[in-house]
């Protein structure tokens, strides 16, 4: 075929999809690493490449185990039913994916009440905790973790400053409060602020850590904490129905997209930033929020509905998510490619 009418074909039916980070394939290589893992029964503990996946976060983390479940909603929710009795309460921002996104587990799963915090994009701080903890009174729900989300899916891929995390978990150690983070996307904060794994590890009694999102597995979350916290998770990960048998040949994706698919989240970020930069030129825009990440969110002017815009936008084959009053989200990822980047330039600058 005569390349240059190839790449134009390409050019035009192209489907660029920015919906979410969790929309990417397996890459070749990938699928390659899964066709050769070493497999056994996981509920028997016998699945090699489980077991690998979980010594690898685990050391990562510098935490003494590790759990593989199939998404992140069970890690976070698992966390929670770990740290939580019913009737307890647990504090996060209102933004958090575990209130939002998790179809009401934490009631329906905890039988745990959830007081909400107003932070700066799901951001808040150690006096914001403080003042969100209830008296020690018959009348209160027994404040009993706090959980943080690492970059805020809602906060536009927000990144949390260490110090104030610090602050926050040296305040629940000692005043007999669990601290989770939901880290369905840290790698993508850690490759901005240059943090470890370690540092971060040291922070929290439990982190949930996605490795279908950014990081391209095809499915997968790993929860890591301390082993009396982990033999819990494992009992409950067994009664939520997550304990999978030959879960290696999932599990050997997960430890290919940490070797290999860490280092190129600042590709995604660099294409968030230029994305950013042509959305707030286009007619309908009426703010961007700030881009740190691989997330960009913006905000529609009053006079544009945003299933309108929606449809606009996958008219000309760029296709983004509603998150809420007047708000698109676009993520960037492993299977939006350069030429896309370019094409929805193009087709964003016809929107200015
Ligand atoms: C995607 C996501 C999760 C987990 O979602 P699953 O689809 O269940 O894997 C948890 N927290 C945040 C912030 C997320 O974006």
């Not at 939002?100 to 909400?116: K, P």
């Not at 470890?196 to 499915?219: R, V």
């Not at 890591?224 to 879960?247: E, H, L, N, P, T």
């Amino acid at each position: 075929m005569d390349s240059r009418h190839f790449i134009f074909e390409l050019k035009i039916k192209m489907r660029i999809d920015l919906r979410s980070d969790t929309i990417t394939q397996p890459t070749a290589e990938m699928k390659t690493a899964m066709m050769q893992a070493k497999l056994g029964d996981d509920v028997f503990h016998e699945d090699p490449s489980v077991n690998e996946l979980e010594e690898f976060v685990a050391d990562m983390f510098g935490k003494e185990k590790a759990l593989f479940c199939p998404s992140g909603t069970m890690t976070n929710q698992i966390a929670i039913k770990v740290h939580t009795q019913p009737g307890d309460e647990i504090i996060c921002d209102r933004s958090a994916h575990i209130y939002n996104y998790e179809g009401g587990g934490i009631g329906f799963n905890s039988g745990a009440s959830v007081r909400l915090i107003e932070g700066d994009l799901g951001r808040f701080t150690l006096n914001d905790v403080i003042e969100n903890i209830n008296p020690d009174n018959d009348h209160y729900p027994r404040t009993a973790m706090v959980s943080i989300e690492n970059t805020v899916n809602r906060g536009g891929g927000s990144i949390w400053n260490i110090a104030e995390i610090e602050r926050i978990s040296t305040f629940c150690s000692e005043n007999n409060l669990k601290i989770h983070l939901d880290g369905a996307r840290l790698f993508n904060a850690l490759t901005e602020t240059h943090e470890t794994c370690l540092q971060h590890g040291s922070l929290f009694d439990s982190l949930s850590l996605c490795l279908s999102k950014g990081l391209g597995a095809p499915a997968g979350s790993v929860l890591c904490g301390d082993s009396y916290f982990i033999d819990k998770a494992r009992r409950i990960r067994k009664v939520f129905g997550g304990g999978m048998r030959q879960a290696g040949i999932l599990a050997s994706a997960g430890i290919y997209a940490l070797k290999h698919h860490v280092h190129r989240l600042k590709d995604d970020h660099l294409k968030a930033k230029i994305l950013a930069k042509h959305i707030s030129e286009t007619y309908f825009c009426l703010k961007v929020l700030p881009v740190e990440t691989n997330i960009l969110i913006f905000e529609l002017k009053p006079e544009y509905k945003t299933d309108v815009i929606l449809r606009k936008l996958a008219e000309n084959n760029i296709y983004a998510l509603n998150i809420g009053k007047q708000r698109i989200r676009m993520v960037t990822h492993l299977d939006f490619t350069d030429l896309m980047l370019e094409k929805a330039c193009e087709i964003l600058k016809l929107m200015s």
